[in-house]
């Protein structure tokens, strides 16, 4: 999977970010790049903490399973 700053792609900046599993995935997945991510929290005026941190881990995660989910039902369909 391709996972791309979702920011980026807002900014129509090249924002892709890195490959993760499963590398045969092309789909892609969203996530915030170092920069972006600073720019954030200096916008909300806090320091990020280790539950920020987390929490955007696990959008990252339900965004994943939510493809998983979608390739599921599609292997699904097909051999119906
Ligand atoms: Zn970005």
Known sequence: MRV???WCVRDGK???LR???PLDDLSETHGLCADHFTSLSASVK???????WLLSRLND???GLT???QRQMGR?????
Not at 46 to 52: D, F, G, M, S
Not at 76 to 80: A, I
């Open 67 to 69: 493809r998983w989910v």
């Open 14 to 16: 090249p924002a892709f």
């Open 19 to 21: 490959e993760k599993l």
């Open 46 to 52: 806090q320091v990020v903490t280790p539950k920020v």
């Open 4 to 6: 791309l700053c979702a």
């Open 61 to 63: 995660l339900s965004w």
């Open 76 to 80: 699904l369909l097909f051999l119906s």
